[in-house]
């Protein structure tokens, strides 16, 4: 079978390379031609786990209370906000975004109920209320209303009564909701019972529907953020603004990785052509190179828009790993087919170039088939854009390596061979004098290894997987600087929300009540609707104060708001007087709608048997823990304040989110241990020995647990971007290892000579490890120069990576076969 594969690839690609060019052309046409369809997808559902019980509560809960599906504009006027000047440029910015098809509704001090400007008495509730815009209003009662009320304070004006905000509300997309929730059904479906053909094609169907939906809300949000910009700036000259909200971080971040993937695609692929200029300082040897890689790129880049397949903010660094992949690959190939050359000088073009093939498929191929293994080990991570991203790469990966096997050879057969000597130079040198320092310093290259082990162990303990949402961003940009306004002056910015429902003691009670009551007694009914009022009367409306006030009481809680923000306003107004159970259903009774909707539906359920407490955290808080502040809150509730535990739901983006970095922890882990469990097995059968896969894995587990221990020490948390550093360290270090291995075996049948065999390794496959590394560790850095931290961090990390990997491969490892011997005995001589 090897032998009829060997035959063809040697008929059609050593020998009839133009045919072979021209079908890669052709393929790397169709799919460039799918390009256009490549999508991004930053939003709040790429971020989340898939099967999260927590996001259905979340989605059940945004409909009954309002969603995070809305914008804010923190808006500080350069001169006196209740000026007439500024009240009026407010009212214009207003009118003009109110306007917009999707708005719902602004909200703004100029429209919101005035209850204490001056003073409204409950029984007039209905008739009484006034707003900034009612003729007449005194302007100082209503600032100082808007600083000192329970509602407003430290949410539509800042302490020092300088900045304010404009919130635009969106109005709920049902057809989205529609479409999500009938694929999210059938999925559901198809895991529980299993779906037939029938069922299978509607599944199909309903994904297909959400997706381009999706995408279409996606593109109408980005236009519609562009435009709320575009009014914002034509208001410039009177104030100082920032834009902020769920809606425009998801389109500012598809911004970001369009802008890197763009801008630094095309820097690194410059800094590339540099290196490789520098390296190898033939012009074949960069066109090579760059034609690999550029080939590569447009041909996955079309794959995935001809698959409609969507790239998150995890996977949107494919790009890049694709051009470490193929650049190594190619390197590996130039620089065997030079020492092939200089050690033949006989040879013809087309043999020159089969041998080189014939001499590095087999390592070729195990280094895809081991760094496929390490991205397929995020598959079982169970955060559906990490596995999106180890699908990627898995497919990316092999074509890299089936393209270029063709492209390389064939191109490279049409060019004259080159004369020898070339295989020489001063890089020769440096790896030479490498492994007479390796030789050197035996012992102290392995007590270095076995302290940077010890240390790795430490700094890996150290890494957390909190971290602040907003230290993604460089403080120059619009989104840090927004919600940096909102933190410090406007009562935070990431919302949690807290639901709290009736024990079971209570329903049991209702039954009861139900069973006993008398048909024939006229206050039944009056009796009946009182008893199912849980919350709104005033014994438990104090116990939700008492939450309420705790919660305010906690450094990393800005605004919080809940019914009891309407108890506080009333006491106020009455002056210090809470209001009793008559007052509380008067109110209910007189309240008008517009206040009903900011003060009451909001934070209480139409039958008032459920509560909703929304706090807002203070996001640059740098004590703020996620996890750690819910369970604090939880214990709270239910020790100190009595609540039964299971009547008590968290929710919100925040416990999203914290549910996906609690996982990736808990992937982190298991990923790492299945790529070194799946990874020695393919030592094993590569090598053919279990010595030799030990000594191989060696360097591979010290690259990976440096990188990870070097983010542990400087504090650099494990996100949805770091996590994926792990497994590119292993890929990266097992090519290396892989390549080194291999030579040796090749080298010591030579003489059985472990010295010479290390000489002569580090003399030829140690150049191109060399050149690979630090091409590519360069390259990267250029990314530090990124608006987006997560890709910095790639950026520098992946070069860390790199020069990890190169020198455990070039120290580390060959020191372990001198020392342990794993291919035999070996002959007469210095070893």
């Not at 989205?176 to 999925?187: C, E, I, Q």
């Not at 013809?348 to 397929?376: D, G, H």
């Given at each position: 079978m090897l032998n009829l594969l060997s035959s063809n690839y040697r008929k059609w690609v050593i020998e009839k390379p133009l045919a072979s060019l021209m079908m890669v052309?052709?393929?790397?046409?169709?799919?460039?031609?799918?390009?256009?369809?490549?999508?991004?997808?930053a939003s709040a559902e790429s971020l989340v786990l898939e099967n999260d019980d927590s996001l259905q509560y979340y989605r059940t809960i945004s409909k009954s209370y309002g969603s995070d599906d809305f914008l804010i504009i923190t808006y500080a006027p350069f001169k006196d906000l209740m000026s007439d000047a500024v009240l009026a440029d407010l009212k214009s910015l207003s009118d003009e975004l109110a306007g917009l098809d999707r708005v719902h509704s602004i909200d703004?001090?100029?429209?919101?109920?005035?209850?204490n400007s001056p003073r409204v008495e409950i029984s007039k509730l209905d008739t009484d209320i006034r707003t900034l815009e009612t003729p007449g209003v005194d302007r100082e009662m209503a600032r100082k209303e808007f600083l000192e009320s329970p509602i407003y304070k430290s949410l539509l004006l800042s302490p020092d009564g300088k900045i304010t905000i404009i919130r635009i509300n969106f109005k709920r997309d049902e057809k989205y909701f529609s479409l999500m929730y009938k694929r999210n059904d059938l999925r559901d479906k198809k895991k529980e019972f299993g779906l037939d053909k029938d069922g299978e094609a509607l599944f199909v169907k309903a994904q297909q529907e959400f997706r381009d939906y999706h995408a279409k809300v996606l593109d109408d949000e980005d236009k519609l953020i562009s435009t709320v910009r575009d009014i914002m700036d034509r208001h410039r000259e009177h104030a100082e603004m920032f834009l902020g909200g769920v809606p425009m971080i998801t389109s500012d971040m598809i911004g970001f990785i369009e802008h890197d993937l763009e801008t630094f695609g095309l820097g690194v692929l410059a800094f590339l052509i540099l290196m490789l200029t520098l390296f190898f300082k033939k012009f074949r040897w960069v066109a090579l190179p760059m034609g690999c890689c550029i080939i590569t790129v447009l041909v996955m880049v079309g794959f995935l828009g001809l698959m409609d397949w969507r790239v998150t903010v995890i996977s949107s660094n494919f790009v890049s790993i694709l051009l470490i992949i193929t650049m190594s690959l190619t390197i590996h190939l130039i620089v065997r087919y030079r020492d092939i050359n200089d050690n033949n000088p006989g040879l013809s073009q087309k043999e020159l170039v089969w041998e080189t093939v014939?001499?590095?498929?087999?390592?070729?191929?195990?280094?895809?088939?081991?760094t496929i293994v390490a991205f397929i080990s995020l598959l079982i991570s169970g955060i559906r854009p990490v596995i999106d991203f180890g699908w990627i790469m898995t497919i990316g990966i092999a074509l890299a390596f089936g393209l270029n096997f063709i492209f390389f050879p064939a191109a490279l057969v049409l060019l004259q061979a080159e004369p020898p000597g070339f295989a020489k130079d001063g890089t020769r040198n440096f790896t030479l004098a490498v492994a007479a320092?390796?030789?050197?310093?035996?012992?102290?290259?392995?007590?270095?290894?076995?302290?940077?082990?010890?240390?790795?162990?430490?700094?890996?303990?150290?890494?957390?997987?909190e971290n602040r949402f907003i230290d993604h961003f460089k403080s120059n940009t619009e989104i840090y600087q927004g919600m940096e306004v909102i933190d410090q002056q406007l009562g935070g910015t990431t919302p949690l929300d807290i639901?709290?429902?009736?024990?079971?003691?209570?329903?049991?009670?209702?039954?009861?009540?139900?069973?006993?009551?008398?048909?024939?007694?006229?206050?039944?009914?009056?009796?009946?609707?009182?008893?199912?009022?849980y919350w709104f009367n005033s014994n438990m409306l104090d116990r939700v104060e008492s939450i309420h006030d705790y919660l305010e009481s906690l450094p990393e809680v800005g605004k919080v708001q809940s019914i009891s923000t309407l108890i506080k306003v009333f006491t106020q107004l009455d002056k210090g007087r809470k209001p009793d159970d008559y007052d509380l259903a008067l109110i209910r009774k007189l309240m008008p709608e517009n206040v009903k909707d900011s003060l009451v539906n909001p934070y209480l359920s139409k039958d008032a048997n459920q509560i909703h407490i929304n706090m807002r955290l203070i996001e640059s808080d740098p004590t703020l823990r996620r996890s750690q502040l819910i369970e604090k809150i939880r214990t709270h509730l239910v020790e100190e304040l009595k609540f039964a535990p299971e009547t008590i739901h968290f929710t919100g983006m925040v416990v999203l989110y914290n549910n996906m970095l609690q996982s990736l922890y808990r992937s982190q882990i298991l990923t790492i241990g299945v790529v070194f469990i799946s990874i020695m097995f393919m030592f094993m059968i590569l090598f053919k020995s279990v010595s030799m896969a030990l000594i191989g894995i060696v360097p591979n587990l010290l690259a990976a647990g440096t990188v990870l221990s070097l983010m542990g020490w400087i504090g650099i948390p494990l996100d949805m971007m770091t996590i994926t550093i792990a497994a590119i360290t292993v890929g990266i270090a097992v090519d290396d290892t892989i390549h080194y291995i291999h030579r040796f075996q090749t080298e010591f049948k030579v003489d059985q000579n472990y010295l010479a065999s290390m000489d002569r390794c580090h003399g030829s496959i140690g150049k191109a490890m060399y050149y690979t590394s630090v091409t590519i560790t360069l390259g990267f850095s250029i990314l530090a120069l990124s608006e987006f931290m997560p890709t910095i961090y790639f950026g520098l990390l992946t070069g860390a990576a790199m020069v990890v990997a190169l020198v455990g491969a070039l120290t580390l490892l060959p020191l372990l076969i001198v020392v342990f011997r794993p291919l035999g005995q070996p002959a007469a001589g210095p070893n």
């Amino acid at each position: 079978m090897l032998n009829l594969l060997s035959s063809n690839y040697r008929k059609w690609v050593i020998e009839k390379p133009l045919a072979s060019l021209m079908m890669v052309l052709l393929v790397v046409g169709y799919f460039a031609s799918q390009i256009p369809n490549f999508k991004l997808d930053a939003s709040a559902e790429s971020l989340v786990l898939e099967n999260d019980d927590s996001l259905q509560y979340y989605r059940t809960i945004s409909k009954s209370y309002g969603s995070d599906d809305f914008l804010i504009i923190t808006y500080a006027p350069f001169k006196d906000l209740m000026s007439d000047a500024v009240l009026a440029d407010l009212k214009s910015l207003s009118d003009e975004l109110a306007g917009l098809d999707r708005v719902h509704s602004i909200d703004s001090i100029l429209n919101v109920p005035l209850l204490n400007s001056p003073r409204v008495e409950i029984s007039k509730l209905d008739t009484d209320i006034r707003t900034l815009e009612t003729p007449g209003v005194d302007r100082e009662m209503a600032r100082k209303e808007f600083l000192e009320s329970p509602i407003y304070k430290s949410l539509l004006l800042s302490p020092d009564g300088k900045i304010t905000i404009i919130r635009i509300n969106f109005k709920r997309d049902e057809k989205y909701f529609s479409l999500m929730y009938k694929r999210n059904d059938l999925r559901d479906k198809k895991k529980e019972f299993g779906l037939d053909k029938d069922g299978e094609a509607l599944f199909v169907k309903a994904q297909q529907e959400f997706r381009d939906y999706h995408a279409k809300v996606l593109d109408d949000e980005d236009k519609l953020i562009s435009t709320v910009r575009d009014i914002m700036d034509r208001h410039r000259e009177h104030a100082e603004m920032f834009l902020g909200g769920v809606p425009m971080i998801t389109s500012d971040m598809i911004g970001f990785i369009e802008h890197d993937l763009e801008t630094f695609g095309l820097g690194v692929l410059a800094f590339l052509i540099l290196m490789l200029t520098l390296f190898f300082k033939k012009f074949r040897w960069v066109a090579l190179p760059m034609g690999c890689c550029i080939i590569t790129v447009l041909v996955m880049v079309g794959f995935l828009g001809l698959m409609d397949w969507r790239v998150t903010v995890i996977s949107s660094n494919f790009v890049s790993i694709l051009l470490i992949i193929t650049m190594s690959l190619t390197i590996h190939l130039i620089v065997r087919y030079r020492d092939i050359n200089d050690n033949n000088p006989g040879l013809s073009q087309k043999e020159l170039v089969w041998e080189t093939v014939r001499l590095m498929a087999q390592p070729c191929f195990y280094t895809a088939i081991t760094t496929i293994v390490a991205f397929i080990s995020l598959l079982i991570s169970g955060i559906r854009p990490v596995i999106d991203f180890g699908w990627i790469m898995t497919i990316g990966i092999a074509l890299a390596f089936g393209l270029n096997f063709i492209f390389f050879p064939a191109a490279l057969v049409l060019l004259q061979a080159e004369p020898p000597g070339f295989a020489k130079d001063g890089t020769r040198n440096f790896t030479l004098a490498v492994a007479a320092f390796t030789n050197r310093n035996r012992k102290a290259i392995l007590w270095v290894s076995f302290l940077l082990a010890v240390v790795s162990a430490i700094g890996i303990a150290k890494l957390e997987v909190e971290n602040r949402f907003i230290d993604h961003f460089k403080s120059n940009t619009e989104i840090y600087q927004g919600m940096e306004v909102i933190d410090q002056q406007l009562g935070g910015t990431t919302p949690l929300d807290i639901v709290i429902n009736p024990d079971q003691k209570y329903f049991d009670y209702l039954k009861e009540a139900s069973e006993e009551a008398d048909d024939d007694d006229p206050f039944a009914e009056a009796a009946e609707e009182v008893e199912h009022n849980y919350w709104f009367n005033s014994n438990m409306l104090d116990r939700v104060e008492s939450i309420h006030d705790y919660l305010e009481s906690l450094p990393e809680v800005g605004k919080v708001q809940s019914i009891s923000t309407l108890i506080k306003v009333f006491t106020q107004l009455d002056k210090g007087r809470k209001p009793d159970d008559y007052d509380l259903a008067l109110i209910r009774k007189l309240m008008p709608e517009n206040v009903k909707d900011s003060l009451v539906n909001p934070y209480l359920s139409k039958d008032a048997n459920q509560i909703h407490i929304n706090m807002r955290l203070i996001e640059s808080d740098p004590t703020l823990r996620r996890s750690q502040l819910i369970e604090k809150i939880r214990t709270h509730l239910v020790e100190e304040l009595k609540f039964a535990p299971e009547t008590i739901h968290f929710t919100g983006m925040v416990v999203l989110y914290n549910n996906m970095l609690q996982s990736l922890y808990r992937s982190q882990i298991l990923t790492i241990g299945v790529v070194f469990i799946s990874i020695m097995f393919m030592f094993m059968i590569l090598f053919k020995s279990v010595s030799m896969a030990l000594i191989g894995i060696v360097p591979n587990l010290l690259a990976a647990g440096t990188v990870l221990s070097l983010m542990g020490w400087i504090g650099i948390p494990l996100d949805m971007m770091t996590i994926t550093i792990a497994a590119i360290t292993v890929g990266i270090a097992v090519d290396d290892t892989i390549h080194y291995i291999h030579r040796f075996q090749t080298e010591f049948k030579v003489d059985q000579n472990y010295l010479a065999s290390m000489d002569r390794c580090h003399g030829s496959i140690g150049k191109a490890m060399y050149y690979t590394s630090v091409t590519i560790t360069l390259g990267f850095s250029i990314l530090a120069l990124s608006e987006f931290m997560p890709t910095i961090y790639f950026g520098l990390l992946t070069g860390a990576a790199m020069v990890v990997a190169l020198v455990g491969a070039l120290t580390l490892l060959p020191l372990l076969i001198v020392v342990f011997r794993p291919l035999g005995q070996p002959a007469a001589g210095p070893n």
